[in-house]
């Protein structure tokens, strides 16, 4: 079984909203809550780039263009990091990875697909 495991991916209209998951099954509580958790997304034919991180302490960083837009969250009892997403535009359209990093250790998720039509 995977470390992260996304779901919440799929298809939009422009302007509605989504959410994805993550959760880490393999982790015990207090080591998911130890970790930053972040979403990171990659288009076709670009280099992956930062949505969101949330740090143990639920410190937010976003991505400038997804700022004010996309909200991340983390629920440390059910292992499991939040990525709302609203007022979508065709630009999002990309796979979201989730990623769990603390000190040298990092993990990625296989990718869930979000698709935006206009």
């Given at each position: 079984q995977a470390q992260l495991v996304e779901s919440g991916g799929g298809l939009a209209q422009q302007g509605e909203s989504l959410r994805l998951s993550c959760k880490a099954p393999r982790m015990i509580l207090s080591t998911f809550s130890a970790y930053?958790?972040?979403w990171y997304r990659q288009a076709p034919g670009k280099q992956r780039e930062l949505v969101a991180t949330i740090a143990p302490g639920r410190t937010t960083n976003y991505g400038d263009s997804v700022k004010d837009r996309f909200s991340i969250s983390r629920d440390n009892g059910r292992k499991t990091v939040y990525l709302q997403m609203t007022s979508l535009s065709p630009e999002d359209t990309a796979v979201y990875y989730c990623h769990a990093k603390s000190g040298t250790t990092?993990?990625?998720?296989?990718g869930t697909q979000v698709?935006?039509?206009?």
């Open positions: 930053t958790m972040g990092e993990y990625w998720g296989q698709t935006v039509s206009s």
